[in-house]
Each structure stands twice: as C-alpha cells, then as structure tokens.
C-alpha cells in the first residue's frame, strides 16, 4: 500500500515537472516567435550606428521612418494572408498600379479622388485575388501570381510605359509631414498596427483567419464561411498595397509602372521575420513593423555606405532564409521540448 | 427506456459515392434520455452515418427529421443549429490557437464586436470543471497531448447548445481514470434529458451505457436491438456476422530462443517522459509487450528508440552496431521500424495509392542499379500481389486511393511497408487503435507470424487485453520509470491492470518468475 501512495506522489511531482518543462518550452518558442526579430534589428542598428555615417542625423532617421512606414503597412496585410495560410505576390504590382492611377486622378480630379480612386483599385485587385482563390480554388500562390503580371502590365499600359508627376505639391505633404517630429506615414502605420492587431487577435474574424490558416477542416467544420474569410483577407491586403502606393506617390511626386518591382519578396521576408510562420494558423502584426524598419534600416545604411543597390537584393534574400530557419529552430525547440509531456 | 417521442430520426438513408454504397436505406431514431449504441465494424458505415447528421455530407436518397419535422442540412452549421452537436473521432482542433479559442470558434463570445477573452476563459474553465479537467484555457492546442486534446474536443462540443450529441470514439486516446470520469459525464447528460449516439469499439463501455444499441454491417442496419441482458459476444456477432474464434493466449510457448543474443538492445535510456534510465533487451521472434498509463512514458520510449524523438542519455544497440538515434533514418538504417500511434500523421500518404504508400520504404538498390533510379511497376505489383495476400488487405486493386481504406486495412498496409525494409526490428505503437473487432484479430496474427520469421518485436499499448493476447514478456512502465517486466506466465490483463497503475507484480509472485524478469530485463 504504501508503495503505491509513493509511486502516486511520484507520478504527481513527476507530472508536475512534465508539465512545467513543457511550460518552459511554449515559452521559449512563444518568445522566439515574438522578439526573434529583435536580435538582427539590434545587429543592423548597431553596424548602422557605428560604420554608416549620419546614420543617426534627422534627415536619415526620418528616411527610414517614411520606407518603413510604407513597408509595414503592406506587411500588415501580407501577415494576415500568411496567417490564412495564403500568400500575395502581387502587392509590388498592386502598389504600382494604385501610384499611376492615383497620380493621374490626383492631376485631373483633385487630392481626396485620388486617394479614394488608389484605395479602389488595391480593393479591387484583392478581390480578384480573392475570388480566385476562395471560389475557383486556384492556389494563392498561383493566383497571385496572375495577377502580379496582370496588374503589372496594367500599370504599364496605362501610363504607356512612361511615367507621371505629381503637379499638385500639396500631396507630397502626406509623407514629408511630421507630427512632433515624427513623420506623417510612419504615425500611420502605427495607427493601422493598432487596428490590424485587433482585428487578428480579438475579432472574430481574425480568430477566422487564423483558425481556416491553422487547420482549414477545424475552420469549415465549425461554421466558418472560409471562401468569405478568404476574400475578405484578400481585400485588405490589396487595399493595405492601394494605400503603400499612395504613400509611395505622396513621397516620390514622380512616379511610373515600374515601381515596387521585386516588393513581394521583401514583404514576404518582412512577415516571416516579424515572427509570422509561413505554416499560417497565426501571425505577428508588431514584429512585422519591427521588421519594417530593420530592412528600411538596411537600404539606407547600404546607401549611407555608397554600396550598390544591388546588394539590398542579396541582404533581403539572406535575411529571408534567416527568418525561414529561425521559424524552423522555433518550432524544433518546441516539439523537442513538449514531445510526451 | 425512453418513450418519449423521437428527437432525431434517419430515414431510409442511402449514400452513395460512384462505385461504392456506403450506406443503404439505413434507419434510425434518438429519443430525448437515450443512449444509443452505434456499432459496426471500420468500414460498416458509421462514420457516413455520423456525416450525415452532422451536416457534413448530404445523403443520396432519404430524409432526416428533427422534432419530427424533415430537415435538410447544407454545412455543419445547420446542423449545430438544429440542436447536433458532433464530438469526432479525428480533432477538429486548430493547432495554433488555446483552448478556449478553440471551444469557441465559430460562436466566439463578443462583447461590442470584440472577443471578450475573459468572459471565453471564464466560461472554458466552468466547461473544463464539469468535466473535472485540469487543462488551462490559455494553453496552445499544439503543446497538450493527444489525450487532453481529445478531452477539449469533448468540451468543445458541450460547450454548445445541444439537444442530440454525437460521440465518435470519444475515448480512443483516454486513459482508465479519465475514461471513467467521461462516462459519469455522459450518462449525467442523458439524465438531463439529452439524446446521445455513442460509437465506441470499447464494448465494455457501449455495455455499460447504452440502452438500446443500431448495428450497421456492409452499409446496411441489421440491428436495432434494446440492450438489456445483452452480452459482449453476441455483440461481436452481430457486427461480424459470425461468432468471433476465441482469442485465447497460445499457452504462453515462447517463440524464441532464451540462448539467443538479444538483438535489440536498450542501455541506460532517458528521453522526455522516461526520467528513470532504462534498459532491455529483445531477441529474435521475442514480442515484448510494453504497458504503462498515458504519461508513463510508454510512447516516448518507442519514439526515442526509432530516433522520432531526442535520447537524452543511454544507447540503442541493434546486433552489436549503436544505433544512430538522432533520426529515423538512423535507425532504419539499423534494421529498427515503427508503426506509430496516429497513422494518419505519422503513417499513410493519404494521397498516394496502397501500392506506392507500401513500397514507398523499400530498402534502396545499388548506386548503378537503374531499378534504383526509374521505379519498375510490374515488380512493385508482384511484390504487392505477394504481401496481399500475406496481410489478408482488402483492396480491389492497388492504385486505390490509401485514404479509401478502412482503418485495419491502412494497418496492414503499414504492416507490409514494415514488412519490405526487412526489419530486424519491429516497434508498434498501438497497432489497433481504431481498427475493428475483427481485423484486429488478423493483425494479432500478423504479429505472432513477423515474430515467427524472426523479427524482434515491441508492442506498446493501452490496451492490456491486447498486450495479453500477443506479447511473450511485458514490459510496465509508470510515471517514467521502468516498474517491472511480468515474464510470460503472469502476462494477464489482470496483472497488466494492475502493474500500470503502480503494483509490482512479480515481487509477490514466485522467485523463478522474479528472475525470468531480470534476465529479460538485463
């Protein structure tokens, strides 16, 4: 009998520290996967800091803020698709489709239509996108894919390969404005993080796009309407590279079909950086502005440095597959970890 | 028994997919204080019929009624409205997100549009409290085991309004006490008046609850019995078809040579979950049994042998080679196999056919062999015509889709993959789990027959009516540590019962089976 009582109190304790390994273990990855981003970011700024000059002066520092800024916002939307277990590749060619068209609206119709007009055109790419995707089941990344040519050449077509300026200079307000030193856009993207964040995280709909992201069969079987869920999160990122593009215009004043060339792949390394795991079913807003302004950080200290331009290809690429393992390490540790606990 | 009037009712419902029926004029009515039994052998039509109800799938021809009115479901949506309320064998759980996301996705609790995360955890826990669970609302669904996930799947489906609950082998994954506390739960539903289907290979728990008990075989009901002074055999008859050969221990007679070295050799091993090191050894033709509570570290101890899982400490030994635990890759390189727990996850390639999910692990030829680099078809197909016949699989032809197959099929399948790397050493990890009465029959036989040729063999279960009919020697382990090995002659399901939950067994027992146990052991 008393055997037994010791090996029950055995079994207890034992349980306990099972569990509390565990604990330890979510964790750590859950730590990984929210502040991951934070160690290549330190990195960056402190190189930055230390070999690029006037990397610190007001002129650079408002630089950085401005790309970020317009980055991240794309980011927002590219991390909700990936939480949906999507992917957008067309967010460079909706952001150069929305420049021209709002440029040229802007000229002919005044400030506000063409802002109005630029947000449209990235809903309606989306919802292309979306309905693709969602009804015609074409993967994502094939649908996107399309349309990325589509939306390209439309750019193109439209200003017949040339490019349009911005005659009216109070537009460029929006991105060379500050609000207590801080610029206009990057104000903007934190604005938009707060309400992306809640949406993911304490809407239904974001819980949506995550579940359908995370196991679309849970998702269905649940009730949840899926192909709404799918287009609906496809809007909003078209309309989140509808108003990078606006911004992009706003800082430009001078803009053609060629913009945000190679955009996607940035995004992409942004979200997964941010802490967003390509396998979907989640997605980390903050992380992705943080990794908005550690690429915006790298572009212009490769600047400051006189380095070609070229090499932000091959930094954005490393950095990608940086991201990649880190996902991988993250989710090792906690399948080792948790394994029978 | 009930009489009050029906609350759901199957009529004459056919389901048929092209070339298969799946479910012919079937018939069934749930009255409000009834727990029905659904029974049948894998493949008999149960899952089709639990589809239906649910919503997820719409019959070929007949009707469904609710409150006596026909209803006609178009998502599972409809059928949650209508009172239906599904606990699925296969979690419909959503890895990433806790569990009280999870209990309520699909009717989260909002307050100003917004998910209300303390009013969800308040009302996650009040659930898990009358189930008497102690699993935390915020935890990620992905760090719980298989067992607790099943419990949130359970809760997850009272978490709704319901007045018919399904429960597809609600405890597949449970162990004794937590299977116990389930049981309580659901006869104090049916005391409140809900109308409950209960689908469970476990006759002793469809014995122990239902009341009445639809017996499906080949798609068709050909029972619709009341349960009193019902017995487990005549059960099993109905659902076979046929009386079932007693499954009776083969007189203990070892199959193997006690003057044989052992060919699997485990020293000193710790992994996650076994903090006790441990060591054992299996000869050729030995099938070790291994038993032990969820928690006791009986799956982790396979995974860590077949590398799925980090050895902290101790080594494998395969002849006389250390085998490379790091990956599985090491360890078949070794001659060591496993079928493990969830053969869905970890087991079939649902997209493939049986012939390539069974040829797909087949040993690789030489470098300048082509056979090596262009796949021969007409040799896959003999080899497969050869191991059908010698696993008993039932498939029309090999290209069929492996996902098609009922689950004892997919097993024998698995067996014949295991069969083809010409293993030395065979690990299973509850190798009947959802496999009917009958099959599980033919893989006992299976196993006796791979230990016959000479394969070393280690069966884990929690089952210990399994362990007993097929393993020589049974390895107990609790809460992590190695409790003790029953030699031969006291491999009972008493005695395995009993050693899994803490009591030595052969210190009482007689000081030759003491040290049978030590030599095995050593």
Redesign the interface.
Known sequence: MT??IS??Q??AD??A??AQ???R??RTAAALERFGVFIPFVIVAVLGIILAPNFLSAANIGNVLVNAAILAIVAYGMTLVIALRGLDLSVGSIQALSAVVCATAVNQMGILPGIVVGLIVGALVGLVNGVLIAYLKVPAFVATLGTMGIARGAALVFTDGGSVLVENKDFGLFASGKLLGIPYPFLLAIAILAVMY?VLE???FG??V??V???P????????NVSRVTVVSFVIVGVCAGLAGLLLTSQLGFVDGTLGTGLELQIIAIAVLGGT?ML???GNMPGSLVAAVLLAMIASSLNLLNIPSFYQYLAVGVLLLFALSLDTLRRRI?R?????? | MSTKPPILEVRQITKSYPGVTALKDATLTLRPGEIRALLGENGAGKSTMIKIIGGLQAPTSGELHVNGAPVVFSGSLDSQNAGISVVSQEFRLVPQMTVAENIFLGHELTRGGLISRREQTERARELLDQLGLDISPGRRIDSLTVADQQLVEITRALSRDFQVLIMDEPTAALNEAEVQKLLAMVEKLRDRGAAILYVSHRLPEVLRLASTATVLRDGQVVADISMEGVQEPELVELMLGKALEAESRDSHERGWNPDDAAVLEVTDLRTAGISQPISFGVRPGQILGVAGLVGSGRAELLKAIFGAQRVQSGAVRVGDARVDTSSPAGAIGSGIFMLGEDRKAEGILPHLSVLENTVISEPQRGLFDPRRWVIGRREERKTFGELKEGLRIRVDRPERLIGALSGGNQQKVLFGRAVLTQCRVLLLNEPTRGVDVGAKAEIYQLIRKLAADGVAIVVSSSEAAELAAVSDDCLVLYAGAHLDTLPPELVTEDNIVAASLGQRITHSASLGAASTSEEVAN
């Open positions: 055997t037994q090996a029950d055995r079994s034992q349980r520290a099972l390994a565990a604990d273990a979510a809640i304490r809407t239904p819980r949506h995550c579940a992201g995370g196991r069969d849970a998702a269905s079987e649940s009730g949840i795991s979907g079913g989640s906690q080792n970890r948790l394994m029978g606990a």
